[in-house]
């Protein structure tokens, strides 16, 4: 069975401060896709990534990177120089193409509160 | 271009009582996913619905049901509310099946249901 891990369920750092939220997943499935979404106050999820399983490539975006390691199945996300505007729930999902195409397994998030 | 909008925004019901959510996908999309986001407990896959017809049903109780209408917009409903019923409910939508992999799931702002 899948199963996504996200052990920090709240984290305080002060802005300009680098933080890392950890993911760890689990699946059977060879083929699987994994996700990173944002919730802000206002509720909505913001996709900020997706990752495949065949893709190990660390990727970066702006202050936002990525570091995808199969041999730990974990999927972390860094914030690099965090702002007040990151402070949001960040949930780590995994998809696993053999159970239902596009349906979203989620860690139950990490709060991120970026202290001015 | 419309993103994927929820309604009511809130809604209070007492227990008992039946509530009906509403989403509207974003146009093109075809695919709609509920899901639960209970205080503490993540976000659980309620409902998934592709071209009119129920393709999955996560581990919840008869009592939640829905529909998807041929213009592709979804209603949840939720019979014999129960106190434990209260959530954030969020809809997403994709495209029916997969592009180049896993598809994005789009997320409306949710619906707030108290249940008192």
């Known amino acids: 069975a899948q199963k996504v891990t996200q052990a920090q369920t709240e984290i305080s750092v002060v802005e300009k401060e680098d933080v890392t939220l950890d993911c760890v997943y689990e699946t059977r499935d060879t083929t699987y896709y994994l996700f990173w979404y944002k919730q802000p106050p206002s509720g909505e999820l913001v996709f900020l990534i997706r990752r495949n399983s065949f893709d190990e490539q660390n990727e970066i975006s702006g202050r936002y990177s990525w570091n995808f390691q199969k041999s730990t199945s974990s999927f972390n996300f860094t914030i690099t120089a965090s702002q007040v505007v990151d402070s949001a729930v960040y949930f780590c999902?995994?998809?696993?193409?053999?159970?239902?195409?596009?349906?979203?397994?989620f860690g139950t998030g990490t709060r991120l509160t970026v202290i001015p | 271009e419309a993103g994927v909008t929820q309604s009511p925004t809130h809604l209070i019901k007492t227990r008992g009582q039946q509530a009906t959510l509403r989403c509207s996908p974003i146009s093109g999309h075809t695919s709609v996913y509920w899901y639960q986001q209970a205080l503490g407990l993540g976000l659980q896959f309620l409902l998934w619905?592709?071209?009119?017809?129920?393709?999955n049903r996560g581990n919840f109780p008869p009592r939640f049901s829905g529909r998807q209408f041929p213009n592709y917009s979804s209603e949840l409903n939720v019979n014999a509310l129960e106190l434990e019923d209260s959530a954030l409910y969020l809809c997403a939508s994709t495209w029916s099946g997969t592009r180049n992999g896993a598809n994005v799931l789009t997320f409306g702002a949710g619906s707030r249901l108290t249940v008192l």
């Open positions: 999902a995994l998809s696993e193409l053999g159970t239902g195409a596009n349906n979203l397994f």
């Open positions: 619905y592709d071209e009119g017809e129920e393709r």
